[in-house]
């Protein structure tokens, strides 16, 4: 069985870090690329991140360039968002995504695999 696990949310203060994994099992995601995405109640999954397979091609969208960091260690079959300067916008539910391409994508529908998603909360 394909599982995406999410780990790492939480609150924290404006101001402050979190570091999100994404630990990947039942088949290997090392050829796949990955992506971070996050939806807030009544709003669309919105495009946070993406990596592809082997770590050096990475996106962001506006809102988060300087502060967050995609990762991924392909011998754990795991990604990372390293989140800094966390403001209370970036509150919401983070997913992360693999495709089975290299290359990554923002649409979200594009994605096969998905996680159940972890709350990251950052109060004013």
């Known amino acids: 069985q394909v599982q995406l696990v999410e780990s790492g949310g939480g609150l924290v203060q404006a101001g402050g870090s979190l570091r999100l994994s994404c630990a990947a099992s039942?088949?290997?995601?090392?050829?796949?690329?990955m992506a971070w995405f996050r939806q807030v109640p009544g709003k669309e999954r919105e495009f946070v991140a993406s990596?592809?397979?082997?770590?050096?091609?990475?996106y962001y969208t506006d809102s988060v360039k300087g502060r967050f960091t995609i990762s991924r260690d392909n011998t754990k079959n795991t990604m990372y968002l390293q989140m800094n300067s966390l403001k209370p916008e970036d509150t919401a539910v983070y997913y992360c995504?693999?495709?089975?391409?290299?290359?990554?994508?923002?649409?979200?529908?594009?994605?096969?695999?998905w996680g159940q998603g972890t709350q990251v909360t950052v109060s004013s």
């Open positions: 995504a693999a495709i089975p391409l290299s290359l990554g994508t923002g649409v979200s529908n594009a994605y096969r695999y």
């Open positions: 039942g088949r290997t995601f090392s050829s796949d690329a």
């Open positions: 990596i592809d397979w082997g770590g050096g091609i990475k």
